[in-house]
């Protein structure tokens, strides 16, 4: 194609999410489960009290002004790594703050892997890993997620630097989560390992994880000289703030010399991307950090325990009924379970003559609890089990 570069990839970039998004609102009986996005119990987007009222404040030149790093704003990173390592981790560690989850994510890889080298990531995962891996022309190998010893055979399998992603807790779209001995079992792998590794772990809903999720982090303080720990974190799902975009990544490593060339990289990086991050936002979240943290833990708890409600109804009434899902622990999603991706097809076209709008995934309709009121959850699943 003319113009652009030699390995641009010029098919027609078709965002199947949006487009199932658009034809749901479109319809005006239509039951949305389509959104990554957390609805209240009223239907509307939820926000959080403790995070829009304080950004109001902010005075319009503050927000105008340029953010002070490429990095992010200081105050903005450190609450944000303490807000996410939650007194857990004393290794060295180091962050930058990024343009969402996504950010994060696409910084791990750019920073880490060259052309042709491989992306490990679950087979039924968030599309955008295969985009960014795609787009920066790398090798992919999936894994199941409830099979670590397949893990751990892609694992060997890969020729170099093993860079591998893990979605847990509250996995997209699965809703699966590693217990604590199977992250043990992931780190003594990784710990093993006489080559370099660097794990991702994308933590994008972990704020919605009930249980300890984050007992694994202390891990982190005895990984081995060769492996760097990633974290991906999202202030769009953490402070329902996903427009904004605003997250961070978080390295850990035994080495802080590293760290600080690390950092140093990543922050070169962002500079040649997007510049600079958006201020009001790293601002605002750095204040609901520091002085608003009371009210925001207290709204955030409600918002896990109005979700937890939709999952162990939907979950229950599906295992009533027989409707086959994969195992979840906890988050926005379920999924109903799928061998064959054409039948999928089929119930999924049959779903939305009826007004139940999802999404599909590979090997699976991924139905989207966190937008569905807990009054339209309950008979969701009998009413699809009918259906397919
Ligand atoms: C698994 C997963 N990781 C990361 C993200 C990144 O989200 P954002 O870039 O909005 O922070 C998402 C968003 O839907 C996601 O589902």
Known sequence: MKFVRKKENTDRYVDTIFSVVG?????????????GCLYDEEGKLLTFRSVYEQEA???????????????????YIELVSDFVLDQRV?????????????????TAI???????????????????????????????????VYDLQDLFDKIDSV?????????????????????????????DKLNSLEKEAVLVCDIAYIDYATGDPKAYFSLFNEISDNVLVLLCASCSKAFSYYGQRLGALIAVNNDPEFLDHYINLCSRLARATWSNLNNAAMINIAEVLR???????????????????????????????GLELYTSCDGFFVTIRYD????????HQKLIDHHIYTIKVNKGIRVGLCS?????VDGLAYKIKELI
């Open 291 to 321: 002085d608003h943290r009371q009210e925001y833990d207290q709204e955030l708890e409600e918002a896990k325990q109005m979700l937890k409600k939709r999952t162990d109804l939907f979950i229950r009434q599906a295992k009533d009924c």
């Open 23 to 35: 034809a749901a609102k479109a319809d005006l009986l239509a039951i949305n489960a389509t959104a």
């Open 110 to 144: 750019m920073s880490c892997l060259d052309e042709g080298d491989t992306v490990i990531f679950p087979e039924i995962a968030w599309g955008n890993y295969k985009v960014i891996a795609a787009e920066h022309n790398l090798k992919m190998l999936n894994y199941d």
């Open 90 to 106: 004393s290794n060295h560690h180091g962050a930058i703050a990024t343009p969402g989850g996504t950010g994060a994510i696409a």
């Open 372 to 376: 569905v009121p807990l009054k339209t």
């Open 159 to 187: 020729d170099g630097k093993v860079f591998v992603i893990i979605n847990s807790p509250c996995q997209n779209p699965l809703g699966q989560a590693y217990s604590y001995e199977e992250w043990k079992k992931i780190f």
């Open 340 to 347: 064959d991706n054409k039948k999928r097809d089929e119930d």
């Open 57 to 75: 404040k902010i005075p319009a030149a503050r927000r105008a002004a340029y953010a002070s790093s490429p990095a992010g704003n200081k105050d």
